[in-house]
């Protein structure tokens, strides 16, 4: 059993779509009960998954997490993520602009770097390890530029 507890240390996770979007709280993990207990080794993966899963384009195709980037789609690895992550996720943090004496405080929204391990754990099968795949959009089939067909019913005569 690893000893490692929860790195966000009762700090919440925020994420954007996009750098032009501002940072909003993300809602609570799966596991919440979870994810508050101190001794809960998967609590930081679940909370990151979930906000990967729902603020970043990361689908599951055929069982394979990919990345949509600039009209491509880019095979999810460990590197990726480590792109991806600090892009879309922060924490918020409270900062102190000013002196002891006349303080200034601002929040700031600092990227969120994850550990190693935590994203390995994004790589598990099983939700509950803080599997991101999971959690991803299910795409089996390729889109074309074809407009669709509608199917029109035509009723027995």
Not at 62 to 69: A, D, E, F, Q, S
Not at 81 to 101: C, D, F, M, S, Y
Not at 133 to 138: E, F, K, Q, V
Request: glycine share 4%; with cysteine.
């Amino acid at each position: 059993m690893r000893q490692r507890f929860n790195t966000l240390n009762g700090r919440r996770l925020c994420a954007r779509r996009s750098p032009s979007d501002p940072y909003v709280m993300c809602r609570a993990p799966d596991a919440s009960f979870a994810a508050m207990s101190l001794t809960d080794v998967y609590a930081t993966s679940n909370c990151l998954a979930d906000a990967v899963a729902e603020y970043t384009d990361i689908f599951n195709q055929n069982g394979n997490p990919v990345w949509l980037r600039q009209g491509q789609l880019v095979p999810v690895t460990i590197n990726i993520l480590h792109e991806i992550i600090p892009q879309h996720i922060a924490l918020k943090e409270l900062v102190n602009r000013g002196t002891e004496t006349n303080p200034s405080w601002v929040v700031e929204y600092v990227p969120y770097v994850p550990d190693p391990r935590t994203v390995r754990d994004l790589f598990s099968n099983e939700r509950r390890e803080g599997g991101l795949l999971p959690r991803l959009t299910n795409v089996t089939t390729f889109q074309t530029n074809q407009p669709r067909q509608q199917k029109v019913f035509t009723p027995p005569a």
